[in-house]
């Protein structure tokens, strides 16, 4: 028996392989919707794909499931409570499914979703009582659990999955041996809780020692504990668990319908008719010059969740990119389930060369020209895009805390007709927000470099007011 984990970094997605080589057979589990990787691991072992198996309707990532079936044939594999409308072959608590030397058992384990499953993993060369890993989906992650909060808002409490996530907890997962290893969904940086660690496998019994939420307590008290003080969901969360129950296009035609070069004027009418101006390029190549009305959202940080908290998914995108970056820009909103990419702007900025009257520059400012003007008689205001938490942290003095996901919302709070300066921990999230700044009017935003980061390593010092010495962040 073979069992191998991916990792996408940017989402902070584990997916994996179960693979038999005496029957040359592989199931896959919670896959990404770029499947490349899983259909070139079973061309080089020379496996079959069978079935293809959804812990739960994910909400922070659109899955591979159809994109499987259609290239090998795979089953669509849930638990028993997965309503669909494609067929799927459902699984009830304690049913099994055995190929070769692997035996996998379906727990229904409901909490972070009513339909959540956990698998655990026999390798029969081995033992046919004793497990060796399971793969818990996100009910059971490193350092944390699931979040019960998220189906609240259609029809589930957060009270009623906190109670069914300390049953399937105790009843079923933890019954399990101390030895048996523990391979979740998500890892650090994954909004679907708030204590993931950094590690990708753990065993049970490490987990029952240090999980706090695994700890001797009433379900009150549980329910208490992994209710409070989660991470604001991103908005597109919803969006991407309803997808995830429907048939939809796979990732191959929406990149095939996506990858049109536009002229400028073609641009520009896109523009004119609602569309979602997209630039992926740094922030400071953002800032050197960038096309009125556009967004900043860069694809080398979190480009997906970011897109996913400041997008429409519903209205047409138009990307502005560095030539020959359009295909991965496509494929990494994709992932989320945003297919409206209409195109992008042949040749990059490189079209505006002739038209200086489209063009838009960022300003940006430094620590320390940022500190000479709080000391005038006039200053700027600074506004604080971080989380609310990452503020309380420590931020500069008399700024303003308005999260990113709440900018545009929130715009009014910030004094018109004077300077404002914007930042987040280290740069990424203040060139979207200054973006959001422009739209909004606020010709004299400003974003700061470095961010609060480099606040801290100019002035990082009690003299200069500040809040704390923190300097970590959960969302750069």
């Known amino acids: 028996m073979i069992v191998k984990q991916f990792y996408l970094q940017c989402l902070a997605h584990a997916s994996y392989m179960i693979a038999d080589e005496k029957t040359k057979t592989a199931v896959v589990v919670d896959p990404q919707r770029d499947i490349d990787q899983y259909i070139q691991e079973a061309r080089a072992n020379g496996w079959r794909i069978r079935s293809v198996f959804l812990t739960h309707f994910h909400a922070d990532f659109l899955a591979g499931h159809l994109e499987l079936q259609q290239q090998t044939g795979a089953d669509i594999c849930m638990g028993s409570k997965a309503q669909t409308d494609f067929p799927i072959t459902s699984y009830k608590d304690g049913e099994m499914l055995e ?35 399971v793969l818990t989906g996100d009910t059971l992650f490193i350092g944390d659990v699931g979040r019960p909060d998220l189906m609240a808002s259609v029809g589930t409490t957060a009270e009623e999955l906190g109670s069914q ?14 030895e048996t290893l523990v391979y979740p969904a998500h890892g650090a940086g994954s909004m679907c809780g708030k204590n993931l660690s950094s590690e990708t496998v753990s065993t049970l019994g490490k987990q ?34 309803q997808m995830n129950r429907e048939t939809h296009p796979t990732l191959a035609t929406v990149v095939e319908k996506s990858l049109q070069p536009l002229s400028l004027d073609e641009t520009l009418e896109h523009q004119q008719t609602g569309a979602q101006m997209i630039d992926v390029r740094k922030a400071v190549d953002y800032a050197g010059g960038h096309i009125k009305g556009s967004l900043n959202i860069g694809l080398m940080g979190k480009f997906a969740t970011w897109a996913g908290t400041l997008l429409d998914p519903k209205r047409p995108v138009v990307l502005i990119t560095e030539p020959g970056l359009e295909q991965e820009a496509i494929e990494r909103l994709g992932r989320i389930g945003f ?31 940022l500190a000479e003007l709080l000391s005038t008689t006039h200053p700027p205001t600074v506004v604080d895009v971080r989380a609310e938490k990452e503020w309380e942290a420590g931020h500069i003095d008399r700024s303003l805390n308005i ?25 990424y999230r ?17 974003d700061l470099i470095g961010g609060y980061d480099a606040w801290l390593t100019t002035w990082g010092h009690p003299k200069h007011k500040l809040q704390s010495e923190c300097t970590t962040s959960c969302a750069r």
């Open 99 to 133: 190929f070769g030397t692997v035996r996998i058992k379906v727990l229904e384990t409901p909490g972070h979703t009513p339909e959540s499953i956990s698998l655990v993993v026999y390798d029969l060369t081995t033992s046919s009582d004793r497990p060796y890993c």
């Open 165 to 178: 996530l300390f049953d399937s907890l105790r009843n079923k997962l933890m019954n399990l041996p101390d």
């Open 208 to 241: 029952r020692w240090e999980n706090y939420a695994l700890q001797p307590m009433t379900k009150q008290e549980f329910i208490g504990l992994v209710t409070a003080d989660q991470p604001e969901a991103p908005a597109y969360f919803g969006y991407d668990a």
């Open 339 to 369: 297919d409206r990419v209409v195109g992008y702007l042949k040749g990059g900025m490189e079209a505006l060369q002739e038209r200086p009257d489209l063009l838009q520059k960022g300003q940006r400012i430094s620590a320390q020209m």
């Open 403 to 427: 999260p990113l996901p709440h900018l545009a919302e929130q715009v009014q709070r910030i004094p018109e007709g004077m300077p404002v300066v914007v930042h987040c921990a280290s740069g």
């Open 430 to 446: 203040s060139s979207a927000a200054l973006g959001i700044l422009e739209k909004a009017g606020r010709t004299q935003a400003m």
